[in-house]
């Protein structure tokens, strides 16, 4: 599956993508703000995107209205700190909510998960 990974930390976004690429998914690009987000979204077209919400650059929830406007198909992962969002984001139209503390390593078999059933 191609990925897309969107967080503020470079740290976190090197994490998480050498955790996908390990499980077989190939991370097509990264992002740190919402505007990059978005961009790359629409240059690389990822089945999937991972992002948290919490960027510098745009309000929590625009991003993902933004990110399911661009990549409607895309199954789109938020992956956050920010448990006070979760409803919003559901309802905005991300397909699932992770707690970053807890369920980091749940989120390449997530997808796979994702990917299978979509066929």
């Given at each position: 599956m191609r990925v897309l990974v969107v967080d503020a930390s470079a740290r976190l976004r090197e994490r998480l993508s050498a955790r996908l690429a390990e499980r077989?998914?190939?991370?097509?690009?990264?992002?740190?703000?919402?505007a990059g987000a978005v961009a790359a979204a629409v240059a690389l077209g990822p089945d999937a995107i991972v992002a948290d919400v919490l960027l510098r650059d745009r309000h929590r929830l625009e991003l993902v209205a933004a990110l399911r406007v661009?990549?409607?198909d895309a199954i789109l992962v938020v992956l956050t700190n920010a448990a006070a969002y979760r409803e919003h984001c559901l309802a905005l139209g991300a397909d699932c909510f992770l707690d970053k503390s807890v369920a980091f390593d749940?989120?390449?078999?997530l997808l796979r998960r994702r990917e299978v059933a979509r066929g």
């Open positions: 077989g998914h190939l991370v097509v690009g990264e992002a740190d703000t919402a661009v990549r409607p749940s989120v390449a078999e």
